[in-house]
């Protein structure tokens, strides 16, 4: 098996494990068993079990915005986001649960931040926009589009996603680029 082959099994081996029992009842033993490997197999790919979750969060969500990341696609990006969350909930919610908050929240602030910094970037071009301000852009939207995922989370993700774009798109529709027109003043 090669490298890569063998992470994705132990992958979905600790997403199998975790329709069965709670993120904090597996053991490296136990995944190593799931995907018929020795423990030390696992260690060679991975420290943790957290590490290996956190692996497979960035996979997925390196999945979900491979093509979603420009201005005109970012809705899509984040509802992607949003799908992927939902189609992998018991992974999620495991995680969410029974692991420390802020290992959530920071995966979550990665991922939103570098969809939004893309799209500022994009936005910014032609316009005097200091880096730390279109930076400081990025990360104000961040707060607000995470906090919108973990609420949704929280309730058990009853709303429907789209339902939420067409929320947060009517909400925030031309806000980018009145930011980066703002911050361009900032610097003359």
């Known amino acids: 098996m090669s490298k890569a082959t063998t992470k994705i099994a ?28 020795n423990r030390q197999t696992f260690y060679y790919h ?14 997925d969500a390196e999945k979900a915005l491979k ?29 969410y649960r029974y692991t420390p908050r802020e290992y959530i929240y920071n995966y979550l602030y990665r991922v939103t931040y570098q969809l939004l910094y893309n799209v500022i970037e ?16 990025a990360n104000f939207y961040k707060f607000g589009f995470v906090g919108i995922v973990v609420e949704w989370i929280d309730k058990d993700m009853q709303q429907d996603p789209k339902e ?23 610097t003359l």
Not at 164 to 186: H, P, R, V, Y
């Open 164 to 186: 939420i774009m067409d929320m947060l798109n009517a909400l925030i529709g031309g806000t980018f680029e009145q930011a980066l027109k703002n911050a361009s003043l900032n």
């Open 46 to 59: 991975f420290h943790d079990i957290l590490e290996l979750a956190e692996w497979i969060c960035e996979m």
């Open 10 to 37: 132990i992958a979905y081996a600790l997403k199998e494990l975790l329709l069965e029992k709670p993120f904090n009842k597996i053991t490296v033993g136990d995944v190593a068993e799931k995907c018929d490997i």
């Open 122 to 137: 994009e936005k910014s071009r032609g316009m005097s926009v200091r880096d730390e301000d279109k930076a400081f852009i």
């Open 67 to 95: 093509e979603h990341t420009t201005y005109d696609t970012w809705q899509e990006g984040f509802l992607a986001i949003f799908e992927m969350i939902k189609k992998d909930k018991a992974f999620i919610v495991n995680i």
